[in-house]
């Protein structure tokens, strides 16, 4: 819509919509606002106000009704406490210009209006020439005034962190709060606040980050590129002193921020403690320098050396593999900071620091993945060279919250393995370090409605993926292209060339391979998926989503797979992506299983170390101490100031991520959407008129809608097409753009109704590029799901409809578009009959200011009543069946006797060990556990002592309705502990049958 036009239809609100009742605000709000204002401090007794706007007046004449525009300029008004108001006539309008004065302190706290004084008619069409548009209205001091902060969030510290984020962002000050519309300010050269205004389309750019640079060739700068770091076995002292010189870059930043604590005043002790986090990470990095440095850590030395050697392989191939000519890999300073920060606590099983989880929090696309995955080829291939053939079996753990994030996630860590075999076997690069060491593998754990739970289940997959029309929708095995040279491994459509397949029958086993001739790996690929084989031979990593290690109450077998009853050593390290995610009642859920798989990994005397990543977190040490019963150190450590820390700060150029927002009024959601998507999905077209853009078409070519709802989703699911594309024509004629064209088989729902099998299909089709066929998606209705990991490069526009629930969820959903090169443009459209949208659109600068300040604490509560109600039982039979020998088999729930003397020790042993981790993650809640523990044991001899009196057999887990069993899962009926398959089904399902009035019916039953 042009400046001379008002869209009046448009503005008629629907009736029917029914939002969130609670969240509203009074119904008076869904009409038209009457006013607008700003509130702000000042300790001036006069202000001057600027007021620019227009108003529309009928053309006359034959045709559909117009209007023309009659702009208004109020320039100087001057309000004070004793003349607080002024009144205007704009156009043939009544207006109001005022103030209302509140003494706060030595300043004022004043909030200065523009209200419309005519009356309504009560007709739309003849209120459109009353009404006031493009309104925009400024305020400045006088006298020598200035503006002060408008302090709303700092009015007191809730805890230390609270504190320390208040003084991290100091700087960063909100000094107006708008009603109806958005504050904005404008600050002077030196930081002082000289005007500030309302803003009805508020945008505020969120600058990039970039890593801290050392100049070359200097020592501290060349201990990052890994081709020198791979030396370090054959060249340690050259190698070690550039490391010396990285850490003491590091020790002169820290030396710096500690010199400042002093200057803080009254909060000295906040900053001094923000320092000692960096003072504490210098430390642990100079304790690994010293350990690496140790003549008798050669194998030490020999292990980071190869580590650094498959990370540089596997680096420089994947950008070769994508077409590319690849530059020397070299880490990014926080990396290679990780690497030394967490290294001693990691090689060593006896380290004070073992049982501190070291936490990545680094921003979306930083490179926390590759960070973690090289200090686990450390780890592997020190396992390998210090303890021989029993360091192969698995050795890590790396846990993701949700099956697609782990399937993406396994393309990433399966290439690192690849490089890793180039080094061992013989007939390819055969480096001597690598001698007689056993294969690397890497295996995917996950549903089986996913991946095959059985050799039986994968011939059968395999059997449907040759008889497919399109192989790549019945693909099973969830590989779809090489993780070494990225070719795909299966054909588009089907084929009678068996070699086009990269997965094969080799006698009952499943083998994956490239199906490229001139790919390393055209044999076999070091890659399993199926569980069955899992369990015969547990891979050196695994992938697994948190959920399925609620099989290892099924399946005692799983057990091997934690290096129970094998010859290996049991993994030592723990990698659990996307820490954030585990709250709320799944991380309640994960917590009570967390607790048992740290005691299954310490069945043979170690302790596993445990590393976690995230982009937003807040309350970390509650957090991890109700997951895990452990510390948690965050890394990298911040600074004094903002977001900046030694390693990392935005970007001087102010570039990165345009943030827009839209809060209609009096519109409904319906509405809006299609208003506000039109126009975002011309963008392309808009920029190919542009002579002076270099920006391709593809950058802003697919829409991502994002929602907080399926519900909501579901609404816009019905206009994208219809109503959108009847809006993108008659505003290509007007503005005389090329029409774009919503394309109905080109809009794709990305959303947990998906099956698991149609994700990966979409993935797929969200990578075609505009530029390159006319395949690319043009609009992804997207849920939730979209901010846990998605990562597709060519991303870069979304609209946002409504403000979600967290800040965490906001950062991550809108991190997921403009991670490519070219920067993202995130428009939300709040909605303004929600008290919350309301206040995020009329904050919206300072929100985003200090976007990170604004994330809100987690909660897991693992060991409340509800969650040992529903997950204890569980965790006693994992113990039982995995850590006492008799008590195993699926049929041995009937010996179990707690009069036997050796079994009943063992199990007191099992309980009061369980109880102590209880005791550390949440005191309080320990005797409670312990009480219910005893009550689920007693309960269990009381049925194995029945069972064995009667000659009935007692399982752990029915095969058949009759069979008597200790356990029930959901749906199933009679006598029985309820446990849940996935950690997610918490709750049974109720099924629900919609009746007509007066219709007759039997009455539902319980599904328990």
């Known amino acids: 819509m042009d400046a001379n036009e008002v869209d009046v239809d448009a503005a008629v609100a629907s009736n029917g919509e029914v939002e969130e009742v609670s969240a509203g605000i009074p119904i008076a709000e869904d009409w038209k606002p009457s006013s607008v204002a700003i509130s702000f401090v000042t300790d001036s007794s006069t202000i001057r106000c600027d007021l620019t706007g227009a108003t529309y007046v009928v053309v006359g004449g034959d045709g559909p009704p117009r209007w023309r525009r009659v702009p208004f300029h109020f320039e100087g008004l001057e309000l004070s406490r004793e003349e607080p108001h002024s009144q205007a006539v704009a156009g043939d309008i009544p207006i109001q210009i005022g103030s209302r004065w509140r003494v706060l302190g030595d300043a004022y706290l004043v909030t200065v209006h523009v209200r419309v004084l005519a009356t309504s008619a009560g007709d739309v069409r003849l209120d459109a020439i009353n009404m006031l548009y493009q309104v925009a209205l400024s305020v400045t001091p006088q006298e020598n005034g200035s503006f002060l902060e408008y302090d709303t969030t700092k009015a007191f510290d809730l805890d230390e962190e609270s504190a320390e984020l208040r003084l991290r962002y100091r700087n960063r000050q909100v000094y107006a709060v708008g009603?109806?519309?958005?504050?904005d300010w404008d600050l002077t050269d030196v930081g002082r606040c000289a005007q500030v205004r309302l803003d009805p389309v508020p945008s505020f750019v969120i600058p990039a980050v970039e890593t801290t640079s050392f100049e070359e060739p200097s020592v501290e700068a060349r201990a990052l590129m890994l081709s020198h770091l791979e030396r370090?076995?054959?060249?340690?002292?050259?190698?070690?002193?550039?490391?010396?010189?990285?850490?003491?870059?590091?020790?002169?930043?820290?030396?710096?921020?500690s010199a400042r604590v002093s200057s803080f005043g009254s909060d000295v002790s906040i900053a001094g403690r923000i320092v000692a986090r960096s003072e504490v990470a210098l430390s642990r990095m100079r304790e690994s320098t010293a350990l690496l440095r140790q003549p008798e850590q050669s194998k030490l030395r020999s292990a980071f050396a190869l580590a650094m050697s498959a990370m540089r392989l596997q680096m420089h191939q994947t950008v070769a593999s994508r077409g590319d000519d690849p530059p020397e890999p070299r880490w990014r300073p926080f990396?290679?900071?990780?690497?030394?920060?967490?290294?001693?606590?990691?090689?060593?099983?006896?380290?004070?620091?073992?049982?501190?989880?070291?936490?990545?929090?680094f921003p979306t696309g930083g490179g926390k993945t590759e960070a973690y995955l090289a200090l686990a080829a450390i780890e592997i291939f020190r396992r390998r060279i210090v303890d021989g053939p029993a360091g192969g079996g698995t050795a890590v753990l790396t846990r993701y919250t949700l099956r697609l994030l782990t399937a993406q996630q396994f393309q990433r860590a399966a290439s690192l393995v690849c490089a890793m075999e180039m080094l061992r076997r013989p007939d390819r690069i055969g480096d001597a370090?690598?001698?007689?060491?056993?294969?690397f593998t890497i295996g995917l754990w996950v549903g089986n409605e996913v991946t095959p739970g059985t050799r039986r289940d994968a011939k059968a997959a395999l059997e449907r993926l040759h008889k497919a029309a399109r192989p790549e929708e019945a693909n099973q095995f969830q590989i779809?292209?090489?993780p070494w040279c990225g070719t795909e491994l299966l054909p588009r459509m089907r084929s009678s060339k068996l070699s086009e397949y990269g997965v094969r029958l080799v006698g009952h086993d499943v083998v994956i391979h490239c199906t490229s001739n001139s790919c390393e790996f055209r044999d076999e690929l070091p890659v399993a998926v199926v569980d069955e084989e899992l369990y015969e031979n547990p891979p050196t990593i695994l992938l697994a989503t948190v959920d399925k290690f609620a099989r290892l109450q099924f399946r005692p077998e799983a057990g091997r797979l934690l290096g129970l009853n094998t010859a290996f050593s049991q993994p030592s390290m723990i990698i659990q992506d996307e820490l954030h995610l585990l709250s709320g009642p799944l991380g309640t859920t994960v917590a009570v299983f967390d607790t048992v798989i740290q005691m299954l990994l310490a069945a043979g005397g170690q302790t596993p170390k445990i590393i976690a990543s995230t982009a937003t977190i807040r309350a970390s040490h509650e957090q991890v101490q109700g997951l895990y019963g452990r510390d948690v150190a965050l890394y990298p450590p911040s600074g004094l100031d903002d977001d900046r820390t030694f390693f990392s700060r935005p970007v001087s150029s102010g570039e990165g991520r345009l943030y827009l927002g839209l809060m209609p009024q009096a519109l409904s959601q319906m509405s809006a959407t299609v208003s506000a998507a039109s126009p975002l999905l011309e963008i392309p077209f808009v920029l190919e008129q542009d002579p002076d853009s270099v920006t391709a078409r593809d950058a802003y070519w697919t829409s991502v809608m994002y929602h907080n709802s399926l519900r909501e989703l579901g609404r816009t699911g019905t206009l994208v097409v219809d109503d959108v594309n009847g809006r993108l024509e008659p505003r290509a004629d007007r503005l005389g753009y090329k029409l774009r064209t919503v394309r109905a088989e080109k809009v794709l729902e990305l959303t947990s109704?998906?099956?698991?099998?149609?994700?990966?299909?979409?993935?797929r089709e969200l990578r075609h590029s505009a530029d390159d066929s006319d395949q690319a998606v043009d609009i992804v209705l997207s849920s939730n799901m979209l901010s846990v990991g998605i990562d597709i490069p060519r991303l870069a526009l979304m609209l946002m409809v409504g403000q979600p629930k967290t800040t965490s969820e906001y950062i991550q959903a809108t991190s997921r578009v403009g991670r490519g090169k070219i920067p993202g443009i995130v428009t939300t459209l709040f909605r303004s009959n929600r008290a919350r949208d309301r206040s995020h659109f009329e904050t919206f600068r300072g929100f985003h200011e200090a976007l990170y300040r604004s994330v809100e604490p987690t909660s897991v509560t693992p060991w409340s009543l509800a969650s040992r109600e529903r997950s204890l039982s569980g965790a006693l039979i994992i113990l039982a069946r995995h850590l006492v020998s008799d008590l195993s088999d699926n049929e041995a729930a009937v010996r179990f006797d707690l009069n036997n003397v050796a079994q009943s020790e063992s199990i007191n042993e099992l309980v009061e060990r369980f109880v102590g981790l209880v005791q550390r993650a949440e005191p309080i809640e320990s005797s409670d556990t312990q009480e219910r523990m005893r009550a689920l044991l007693t309960d269990w001899d009381r049925r194995a002592r029945n069972s064995r009196e009667s000659g009935e057999r007692l399982l752990y887990d029915r095969h058949d309705k009759d069979d008597v069993a200790l356990l029930k899962r959901f749906g199933q009926s009679g006598e029985g502990w309820l446990?849940?398959?996935?950690?997610?089904?918490?709750?049974?399902?109720?099924?629900?049958e919609v009746r007509e009035p007066f219709e007759e019916g039997s009455s539902g039953t319980d599904q328990a």
Do not use: Y
């Not at 370090?232 to 921020?257: H, K, N, Q």
């Open 480 to 482: 779809e292209s090489c």
């Open 335 to 361: 990396q290679l900071g990780f690497l030394l920060v967490s290294l001693t606590s990691v090689v060593d099983e006896t380290h004070a620091e073992r049982e501190l989880v070291d936490l990545i929090w």
């Open 979 to 992: 446990v849940a398959d996935s950690m997610r089904s918490v709750e049974p399902n109720v099924a629900v």
């Open 433 to 439: 370090r690598t001698k007689g060491m056993a294969p």
């Open 179 to 183: 009603h109806g519309m958005a504050a």
């Open 232 to 257: 370090l076995d054959s060249s340690p002292d050259e190698v070690l002193a550039s490391m010396d010189a990285f850490v003491e870059a590091f020790g002169g930043w820290v030396t710096t921020e």
């Open 753 to 763: 109704r998906r099956g698991p099998e149609e994700l990966p299909k979409v993935l």
